[in-house]
DNA sequence: GGCCATCGGTAAAACGATTCAATACACGAC
DNA sequence: GTCGTGTATTGAATCGTTTTACCGATGGCC
């Protein structure tokens, strides 16, 4: 019942704990005949190691914890496969927690993280957390800001350039010959959602002529895309835009559900194109085109830099990753 | 640089380390005044428990496991936030797994929560790993089965009831007059594929003259239903369908592509049904109507079985909670 | 006044791994 | 025969909590 020890093991392959110990982790050579006898022993005990005890002696935990925004959006889903994947080849695990764009929800997390005294914690930060984290640095656990860069130059962190994405993605409506284009986005609060509208804004005025609506919804889900649609077909026919740029992909899909609804014909009426690629853009009735962005990388180029400031802890230098949005064409905008 | 721990506090507050677990724990009274003085000091060392000291003590630690096979499918997702949700009211964590369908990623996830000690463990087994859940149980950490209960009366579980959900997509297709009905679903061998189709089976057999053509696939994803749905529209017009049942959402959105790729109306000339209920499927271009499974709430009540459990070990009496599918109609199904 | 509870609090003994200084042993070299 | 060198192993100390046995003081009761 009671789940063997160390000293058990020690006990029946008649050697010390030490020696134990150093065949579970490779400290110190092991003479073969010596081990064998011990992995014997563990095996026929079922001997299974008690991390806590091991992170209490050690002082630091193997696991690394990541918070995300939204557990429910694929794209976050995406970067923490990335994480994931990255992690178990070094030999780490990991505890997700889903802040779910609550304030206070991130703080209990921080509280759960800081008590676990994991290695490190890869963060989309929602509150004003910079000093709690440079505390939890302090105390031993790195930090990475994952796709949250703003101002924040004493953290290594990965993003995408959003500002080149929104350029990106207006460029590609006007070479498909649209001439009245309509941005959907969520709250102007969101860096993400300005830097992609402005570079839209930037691509078109070089167009002259061409002029950009911005709507700007509250939300930046399905439902503020539905709404959105909704007002673009509410205008008057001359003013109505032949092409919508979402804020992401979920507000994509409201907007096409909402245009479908009405009758409008996608891409022939009016041309969709999203944000960040997700597997329901690709997969939608009509294939969306996208402005990729590279989620699993992101996640494994964000745990190389934490696993780097854990082998090499108070160093300074912070590297900040921007990965480059992809163009990727679907029948969403493809030529009339 | 290093952190405080209850010894700095005790010697702050001017009292023992007992007391400060005392006041930490509210295992025993303590008085006020010197509740406070224990209070103020770890605020200003900026204390925070050390929770492998902890766990490394009472034996356990206050984090329960889960193993998901896939966390792309929102389906799980929803699942993982209602546990999460439950938990975080026991004032307990969480530590997600994802197996990805793969036998032996869920072994070394056995592992790292044995070596954790976790306090109970809610998983989708996908290999056969019973006798290694028995061995988790005698060793201190209840499991409860998720949404598989196959045989395994020896361990609680929460599952949905996938023949009732067949019988009700399918009696559904027939009153809104549907007359060739094809199932598309994913490999046999998944129990839940299996009993979805037998209960649309047997319903439609009690209609009489409709028939019903089972196609397999090879995986539960959106390609499989694009290429069920291409082998439908090659079928001389008299044998084509008039609508689809799809074993989950995914492959109903793939289904949706298809058809409307080929130019097939949805849901005039074919109507389309899905299951699981996910986000996708009602913010589809044509909403989708869809068998829901109450993800969410299947989360919270294998969370309150496990805790039960936990907080009663060793008690046999096993609950099995199924629960009932339930219809959502949108405009997929439709009356032409 | 003697006895017993009750309340607040203390001190020390766990928990199970890792680590480090110390030692034992073998083997050559001189 | 001694010294040195290197390898293998040992055993005790240690990490930071919780818990248990115990203690002194206070007050109620007969």
């Not at 930090?143 to 004493?154: I, M, Q, T, W, Y």
């Not at 986005?185 to 959602?193: C, F, N, Y």
């Amino acid at each position: 019942m009671a789940t063997a020890n160390v000293r058990d093991v020690a006990a029946l392959a008649g050697v010390s704990v030490g020696t134990v110990s150093n065949v579970l982790n490779q400290s110190k050579p092991v003479a073969p005949d010596t081990a064998k006898r011990v992995l014997d022993a563990i095996d026929k005990l079922g001997f299974i190691r008690n991390d806590a005890a091991r992170q209490l002696r050690v002082g630091q935990s193997r696991t690394v914890g990541i918070m995300v925004l939204d557990v429910s959006n694929p794209f976050f889903t995406d970067i923490a496969r990335g994480v994931e994947d990255t992690l178990t080849t070094f030999n780490r695990s990991l505890i997700l927690g889903n802040s779910g764009e609550s304030a206070s929800r991130e703080l209990s997390y921080l509280d759960l993280f800081e008590e676990q005294r994991v290695a490190g914690l890869l963060i989309t930060p929602v509150g004003n957390v910079l000093t709690r984290l440079e505390r939890l640095r302090e105390r031993g656990s790195p930090v990475v800001l994952v796709d949250r860069h703003e101002n924040a130059r004493s953290f290594s962190s990965v993003s995408v350039d959003d500002y080149r994405g929104g350029q990106i993605a207006a460029e590609h409506l006007l070479e498909v010959g649209r001439t009245r284009i309509a941005f959907v986005g969520g709250p102007r609060a969101v860096l993400q959602v300005a830097q992609r509208s402005g570079g839209a804004q930037d691509a078109i005025r070089e167009h002259g002529a061409v002029p950009l609506r911005i709507l700007e919804l509250d939300s930046m889900r399905a439902d503020a895309g539905r709404v959105g649609a909704e007002q673009l077909l509410a205008l008057p026919p001359a003013e109505r835009p032949d092409a919508v740029f979402a804020a992401n992909d979920l507000i994509a899909l409201g907007v096409l559900q909402a245009l479908t609804h009405a009758g409008a014909r996608v891409p022939d009426d009016i041309a969709i194109i999203g944000y960040d690629d997700i597997y329901f853009a690709a997969n939608a009735a009509i294939p969306i085109s996208s402005i990729r962005q590279p989620a699993w990388e992101m996640g494994r180029t964000a745990t190389e830099l934490l696993m780097a400031e854990i082998d090499a802890p108070r160093s300074t230098d912070f590297r900040h990753v921007v990965f480059q949005p992809e163009l990727i064409v679907r029948e969403s905008t493809s030529r009339p």
